[in-house]
């Protein structure tokens, strides 16, 4: 059986320099009945990232229907795709992501830049 | 071949009544040949829906590395599922995304609440 490691939890690296800040978009599979032990993992894990330097926020999200195959989703702004590579390069992090419980929730951690913007996201 | 429909292009029913603002999370599968063809066509989709009633806010997104299998995405907030679904059950809409154009793009719209929030989103 696979098993996800730490570099799986972690977005791939940008193909060339990013300026500025950075937005990690993270989609996880989650059963439905597994929800209470997503979010319990996820906010043991966000506790670590919101205390990093160069965290700016971030959004967890749930789908409204269950036929999503990726029902939970994070948006995480970061000041600079440095502080984020460096919040991921812990030994805190790799404890974090390590343990047993992780490997129930398969993620999909993506990096962009923002182009686009209108009005004031809540 | 298969084509995309207007329905393709709206996110999937919730299967309970939501209650307050819904997020828009809509990713789209954009060679980097494309990019700018790509951006043009949602900057066209764009206009028509900043005007809509309840549209709040939208951030579009590029992935920072090449090999992400959906390298744009578009995060959108609406004041409610309501006026969400009104906004895609118009002709308008259906004649934006009809354009031969959005063939080559595929897109997986999806409908989130949100659940969890820290800092301020740029």
């Known amino acids: 059986m696979t098993r996800f490691t730490p570099e799986d939890r972690t977005a791939p690296a940008s193909d060339q320099p990013t300026t500025g800040s950075v937005t990690l978009i993270n989609s996880f599979a989650v059963a439905p009945e597994q929800d209470e032990e997503f979010q319990a993992a996820w906010y043991e894990t966000s506790r670590y990232f919101i205390t ?3 965290f700016i926020s971030l959004r967890l999200h749930r789908a409204v229907s269950p036929t999503a195959t990726h029902r939970w989703v994070n ?3 970061w000041d600079s795709e440095a502080s984020f590579r460096q919040a991921h390069n812990t030994d805190d992090f790799r404890r974090l992501v ?8 398969p993620s999909t951690p993506v990096l962009f830049e ?3 913007a209108e009005g004031q996201m809540p």
């Open 75 to 77: 948006v995480a702004v």
């Open 98 to 105: 390590s343990q047993e419980k992780w490997q129930s929730f």
């Open 52 to 54: 990093q330097p160069g």
């Open 114 to 116: 923002m182009v686009t």
